[in-house]
């Protein structure tokens, strides 16, 4: 009996050291602390904080309690030691981590400042090996979706949607795939995508605002692709400002009224759109990339060339199909495009977008334009403002300073087009013609 007692205690003992010692090792200790948030939500904020496997781990003390931070430490100590036993890629590197304000965001830290993610991500298995993979990279997300899946060996999960995608198209979708998505302290939804970024308040954002941004975003890096190659076609390495066509800010502010764009003393393009048309978006790229005038006699030639490239950088077919077909279709009789179309389900951005193709079509191509006044009250009509006596005919001006451009392209080409805009030289000068001379023969041309 003794004997089997004393070896019996001390493996107990053993058993009860080595308890102790796991216990210990796995145990999560918070203390008090405190941290500066320097930009998004400025301030200092109490915070809970737990060092565990490297990693600094700060909850907000009145937002999150200590049983559910230990929870959220040991879920994300997980997701990480996956992460790095799963990827060679991944620099294992000390991390932190803050957990603030009500239930909306969890997030990593870039560059003192935190990247807010909301909560309920974490609760789930795919968002949490993601938001690791963000925090190991300092925020910086810069694998598509697909490496996502091949790093964390996952291949069910699906990509994070913030919002249903029932009837995108097969582009919308892979345009979806490349496309990396944050959102900030201002709760602004921020989509990257071949270089640019998109923000966008989360209050104006629905189900099918998502849509059309996933729209804009897919035309977009179309649109910059055939930009660059349009630019190395007329042997033209830059933009007029230097600006770079893979650095660029869009603002979705969606208010209506004007969009606009802005050029910073870099170069750098940011672009604020008040509507969310496509056609809307190129004209406003183009400006980022064409030149700025004060010269009130080149004014309109950039608006045209920025339409003018815009058209020929995007064409629609779906749009080109409508008027062609519009054109052979007896029912169309009375002039009233908006009707026409919409007898044939047209939404009203289309509408406008084939309204326009259809008055360039006639102008530039030099088709009837005996109309010409009815096609302007119509433009006025259908698509101007409430105000519409100031804005009377707005949107063919717009129209005809493309087609008054595509004449001068004509006489000169492209390059030669670019190069006098980016010149100081005047149309006399230029063409050895003067400014009313051009228009005349450009009105002959359209109207022949
Ligand atoms: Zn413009």
New binding site residues.
């Given amino acids: 009996m003794r004997r089997k007692y004393l070896i019996i205690i001390p493996l107990i003992l053993l058993v009860c050291i080595a308890g102790v010692l796991i216990f210990l090792k796995s145990r999560i200790t918070f203390y008090e602390d405190s941290y500066k948030r320097n930009y998004t939500y400025s301030g200092v904020f109490d915070t809970i904080t737990a060092d565990y496997n490297g990693c600094k781990y700060n909850f907000e003390s009145n937002i999150v309690e200590e049983k559910e931070a230990k929870k959220l430490v040991k879920d994300f100590d997980e997701s990480r030691k996956q992460i790095i036993r799963s990827s060679d890629k991944v620099i294992q590197e000390k991390i932190n981590i803050y957990v603030v304000a009500d239930d909306r965001i969890v997030g990593p830290v870039i560059e003192d400042d935190a990247l807010f993610l909301p909560r309920k991500y974490l609760e789930d298995y795919d968002y949490r090996y993601w938001i690791v993979q963000l925090m190991l990279k300092k925020g910086q997300c810069k694998e598509s979706f697909e490496e996502y899946k091949n790093i964390f060996n996952v291949e069910s999960a699906e990509h994070p949607m913030l919002f249903p995608t029932k009837g995108f198209s097969k582009q919308q979708l892979e345009t979806l795939d490349n496309t990396e998505f944050f959102i900030n302290g201002n709760n602004d939804y921020i989509f990257k995508s071949a270089g640019s970024g998109f923000i966008i308040n989360s209050d104006i954002i629905d189900d099918s605002t998502y849509e059309k941004i996933i729209e804009l975003i897919q035309v977009e890096s179309i649109t910059k692709e055939n930009l660059k190659q349009l630019l190395e076609d007329i042997n033209i390495d830059h933009s007029m400002y230097g600006g770079n066509v893979d650095d660029i800010t869009y603002h979705i502010e969606n208010k209506g009224g004007r969009s606009y764009t802005i050029i910073d003393s870099d170069g750098k393009i940011d672009i604020t759109l008040n509507d969310l048309t496509v056609r809307t978006l190129e004209?406003?790229l183009m400006?980022g990339f064409f030149i700025d005038y004060t010269d009130l006699n080149k004014y309109w030639i950039?608006?045209g060339f920025?339409e003018y490239v815009a058209y020929i950088l995007y064409p629609d077919n779906k749009l080109v199909e409508g008027i062609s077909k519009m054109s052979v279709d007896d029912s169309y009789e009375d002039g009233d495009f908006k009707r026409y179309l919409q007898s044939k389900n047209y939404d009203d951005n289309d509408i406008g977008r084939m309204y326009f193709d259809y008055v360039v079509n006639r102008l530039y191509q030099g088709k009837d334009v005996s109309d010409y006044p009815k096609l302007k009250e119509k433009v006025a009509t259908n698509f101007g403002p409430n105000e519409q006596s100031k804005y009377y005919g707005l949107e063919l001006s717009?129209t005809e300073a493309m087609s008054f451009t595509a004449y001068l392209i004509d006489l000169k080409g492209l390059d030669g087009l670019f190069d006098f805009m980016s010149s100081d030289k005047s149309y006399e000068e230029f063409f050895g013609k003067s400014y009313v001379e051009l228009e005349n023969s450009w009105k002959k041309s359209v109207s022949e």
């Fill in positions: 004209h406003e400006h950039e608006e920025c717009y």
